[in-house]
């Protein structure tokens, strides 16, 4: 069974005063050694999600600009 967590950005998985996810990179690294999906949820626009996304080096969708859309890498199977 794969884990999936979902993640709003802005204080959550971004600090709240530096917009930096260092702060929980022990996190994240807890997800990638358990193969989990960090969906990232957001108000952000998908410009800035996708930056974000990249740099984090996740496959997974992510939602953006409050469900306004959903976003899939072209290699991300839907099951």
Avoid: C, Q
């Avoid at 530096?18 to 690294?29: D, P, R």
């Amino acid at each position: 069974m794969k884990i999936v967590v979902f993640s709003d950005l802005d204080a959550t998985l971004l600090d709240a005063k530096t917009y930096s996810w260092e702060s929980a990179g022990g996190a994240i690294e807890a997800l990638r050694k358990r193969e989990a999906a960090l969906v990232m949820v957001t108000s952000k626009t998908l410009a800035e999600v996708r930056l974000l996304h990249e740099e984090l080096g996740f496959e997974d969708p992510f939602v953006f600009e409050n469900g306004g859309g959903i976003a899939l890498l072209e290699e991300t199977p839907l099951r």
